[in-house]
């Protein structure tokens, strides 16, 4: 048996189903690998006496019929857990202790799973490089002093190296695929709708979606399959008939039509990604799919779209921080001075600039001109998919338009800084699902992902896809533990 | 367009969030390099677009209207910075 914190998912479930492992085995081979990566900076919180507490009891009397039987899990810092600290990477939830679970965390605990702690993230889930975090930048196992992409930086940090088997993140505008394709892990955005965002600090409510972060494929449907329900506490949560999204896993993909999107091809991009996409073409035509040239022509319009829509529905949900019922309250000479120190003292730059792009956007005179018009954009983007999916199945694109970053390298240009979700912000304004996998590694020997967006609910068919080239691609992480003394 | 120190000081009275002079400045840069970025918008015509406000295009689902989470005051009371019995405490706002 290997080493078990490089196992996946799937085969830690199968050796604690055949009591090759217990759960408190497997518990302390990732706390004990954990506390020797502090470095990494992965956790906000640590939960990990209660962790082997929890394990040793699911070994008295262990359920193995359950899902993720016995299994230790950290999840990103966004999802409320019940009386363990959530603070969204921020200043102003430090102390904030939620009383009640996240529909998609209570989804995983009763099907076994074991919380191990809170994930850094960028701070309410807003950056591409985990260097908003109250809390501090998370390193990327890849390499010292490289972002691991963001906002899920922490979650794909600790997936990457090995400090979890398997975790959650959310996924705004590329939360999850970004960082996938930083850390070569796999990352699945579902289908708005798809998993309820109840418990969910929340960003942006017409683009947040919460969803699995693996070392692979198969691993992602398992937990893609647990997370994902019907939750009359969401009033945009979907009742639609769910696959086995494991169960259901095949690399047959052979008659499936891929769609590759021309606009895609975006102006200085690094050949090695035109290179690796070209790549990707050729395992899917290698799977026995078809591959078919199409047209999406708004998508040089999504990132500006993006960055209306987005800081607009932030400013809406971050006006409940006012140092009023929970978080953090600076003092003030009176009520309006104590609100403005607090969001003042307890946001971040980051939060604050797009707090005020959002209420710029929806104030008076210019609501018209931004907000409805990023609206009807965004209904221009939404029939480019349509459209595109009348002759195709799913559409393969890179994830990202360069491989990981060095921290600090892009902090002080904003805009360089969103063009990194260019190819995964459509996919959120139109709702749909996209996974992004490890395909290949750029000079430097950093990971470089490629992104496989479906049809709406069409988990299952970008699941198998990704599944059948993960087969051809037979990617390997070049983790070498530089961090561990 | 673009965005001046008075337009920005106008939103950070909006958005209740108090910045000093150094930080309004450098908002200015900030916000007119963003909004410079947005204007691409303005290439497309949209006059007979319908605008696209959720995703999920269906009517909000109806439930009974019972009582679901009872006797939880002190749960909702347990994470203010400030209380006093069963309320929440704020500066004086009446003199």
């Given at each position: 048996m290997s080493e078990i914190t490089k196992q996946s998912l799937t085969e830690l479930v199968e050796n604690i189903k055949n009591k090759k492992l217990s759960s408190s085995e497997v518990t302390k081979a990732f706390i004990e690998r954990s506390e020797k990566s502090k470095v990494l900076n992965t956790f906000i919180t640590e939960d990990f006496t209660?962790?082997?507490?929890?394990?040793?009891?699911?070994?008295?009397?262990?359920?193995?019929d359950l899902k993720l039987p016995g299994i230790p899990m950290a999840v990103k810092d966004l999802f409320c857990t019940k009386n363990v600290k959530t603070t969204a990477g921020s200043k102003i939830l430090n102390n904030f202790v939620p009383t009640y679970e996240s529909t998609v965390t209570e989804n995983i605990w009763s099907e076994g799973a074991i919380l191990l702690g809170k994930l850094n993230c960028d701070e309410f889930a807003m950056g591409s490089s985990n260097e908003t975090s109250f809390f501090g930048n998370v390193q990327n196992p890849i390499d010292k002093n490289l972002v691991p992409g963001g906002s899920s930086g922490g979650s794909a940090s600790a997936v990457a190296g090995q400090l979890t088997p398997i975790t959650i993140g959310t996924d705004t505008g590329g939360s999850i695929r970004q960082p996938a394709s930083f850390t070569g892990t796999v990352g699945l955005k579902p289908t708005y709708g798809s998993c309820s965002r109840y418990g969910i600090v929340a960003f942006a409510s017409s683009l947040d979606q919460a969803g699995p972060m693996a070392q692979n494929v198969k691993d992602c449907a398992l937990l893609q399959e647990v997370i994902s329900s019907f939750d009359a506490k969401d009033s945009t949560s979907i009742d639609f008939k769910r696959s086995h999204y494991s169960k259901d896993l095949t690399n047959n993909i052979k008659g499936k039509k891929i769609g590759i999107p021309k606009e895609y091809r975006v102006?200085?991009?690094p050949k090695e990604?035109?290179?690796?996409?070209?790549?990707?073409?050729?395992?899917?035509?290698?799977?026995?799919?078809?591959?078919?040239?199409?047209?999406?022509?708004?998508?040089?319009?999504?990132?500006p779209t993006y960055y209306i829509v987005a800081p607009a529905e932030a400013s809406s949900n971050l006006a409940r921080y006012d140092g009023v019922k929970y978080g953090y309250r600076a003092n003030g000479e009176n009520l309006i001075d104590m609100y403005e120190k607090t969001r003042s003292e307890?946001?971040?730059?980051?939060?604050?600039r797009r707090i005020m792009i959002g209420t710029y956007v929806l104030s008076s005179g210019y609501y018209d001109a931004y907000y409805l018009k990023a609206q009807k954009v965004r209904r221009l983007i939404k029939n480019d998919f349509d459209e595109a999916y009348k002759k195709v199945d799913a559409i393969l694109t890179p994830?990202?338009?360069s491989s990981a970053f060095k921290i600090g390298e892009k902090t002080n240009d904003p805009v360089s800084m969103y063009l990194n979700d260019i190819f995964t912000v459509p996919v959120n304004l139109a709702g749909l699902p996209g996974i992004s996998i490890p395909a290949g590694h750029d000079a430097k020997g950093y990971p470089l992902g490629l992104q496989i967006i479906g049809k709406a609910f069409d988990?299952?068919?970008?699941?198998?896809?990704?599944?059948?080239?993960?087969?051809?691609?037979?990617?390997?992480n070049k983790i070498t533990d530089w961090w561990i003394k | 367009m673009s965005i001046d120190l008075k337009t920005i000081k106008h939103i950070s009275k909006l958005s209740r969030i108090s910045v000093d002079e150094q930080r309004a400045k450098k908002l200015v840069g900030d916000l007119n390099s963003i909004f410079d970025f947005i204007e691409k918008l303005n290439e497309l015509k949209t006059e007979n677009v319908k605008p696209l406000t959720s995703i999920a295009e269906t009517t909000l689902k109806l439930r009974s209207d019972e009582i679901q989470s009872k006797n939880i005051r002190e749960q909702i009371i347990k994470n203010s910075p400030q209380d006093n019995e069963d309320y929440f405490v704020v500066p004086k706002v009446i003199e």
């Open positions: 209660s962790a082997l507490d929890k394990a040793k009891k699911f070994d008295q009397k262990p359920n193995l102006d200085g991009m990604i035109e290179d690796l996409w070209q790549k990707g073409i050729e395992y899917v035509r290698d799977c026995g799919a078809e591959i078919i040239n199409i047209s999406l022509p708004h998508t040089s319009y999504a990132l307890g946001f971040g730059s980051e939060v604050q994830s990202t338009p988990e299952q068919n970008i699941l198998n896809i990704a599944f059948a080239m993960e087969e051809k691609i037979n990617f390997k | -």
